[in-house]
């Protein structure tokens, strides 16, 4: 598949006006509902996986801060371990920031029930089956989107928290 087959958010309205045109045949629209049934069945898939990376990264993140500031010592606050307690606890706060903001900011949407049930449309199953395929691609993208954005700070936690080890291990080594 090119990538100009893949719709963009321009796409989504034009995809919605060819789904509810009477002359696309009700296989095509089984299809398109199963075919994106599996899509956003993926896509919760990684949207749980990231979550429980991100959740255990900022377990590991806030484990590191405590151990770093439970172990110094404040007699030792301007000495050159000072240096590299700042060093790890930088790189383990913006981790674990990142990890928070994008485990809570970053909402799945999920469907209602004026998407389920839409009054309208209740004796006419087939452009219920249609509307429901275009409630399913519109969440589809909106979450897609989502999930990029939470993928993107879960892969600067991962750059993070070995900078953080790194640190932590050199204020050990050096203590």
């Known amino acids: 598949m090119s990538k100009s087959e893949i719709p963009d958010s321009a796409d989504v309205e034009e995809i919605e006006t060819r789904i509810f045109d009477p002359t696309t045949p009700d296989d095509s629209i089984e299809e398109f509902y199963r075919f994106g049934q599996l899509l956003l069945s993926e896509l919760q898939q990684r949207w749980s996986e990231i979550d429980?990376?991100?959740a255990i990264l900022l377990g590991w993140s806030i484990?590191?801060?405590?151990?770093?500031?439970?172990?110094?010592?404040?007699d030792h606050i301007h000495d050159w371990r000072s240096f590299w307690l700042v060093a790890a606890v930088l790189p383990a706060l913006?981790?674990?920031?990142?990890?928070?903001?994008?485990?809570k900011t970053r909402i799945w949407r999920v469907p209602s029930r004026n998407d389920w049930f839409r009054l309208e449309i209740w004796n006419d199953p087939l452009r219920l089956r249609r509307y429901h395929l275009i409630s399913i691609f519109k969440m589809q993208h909106e979450n897609s989107?989502?999930?990029?954005?939470?993928?993107?700070?879960?892969?600067?936690v991962e750059?993070?928290?070995?900078?953080?080890?790194?640190?932590?291990?050199?204020?050990?080594?050096?203590?």
């Open 52 to 54: 429980r990376k991100l």
């Open 63 to 74: 484990g590191a801060i405590g151990i770093l500031l439970l172990g110094h010592q404040r």
């Open 94 to 103: 913006c981790s674990s920031l990142l990890s928070a903001i994008a485990l």
């Open 145 to 156: 989107e989502k999930l990029r954005k939470k993928a993107e700070s879960l892969a600067y």
């Open 159 to 175: 750059i993070l928290m070995p900078l953080s080890a790194l640190a932590i291990f050199s204020v050990f080594l050096f203590s």
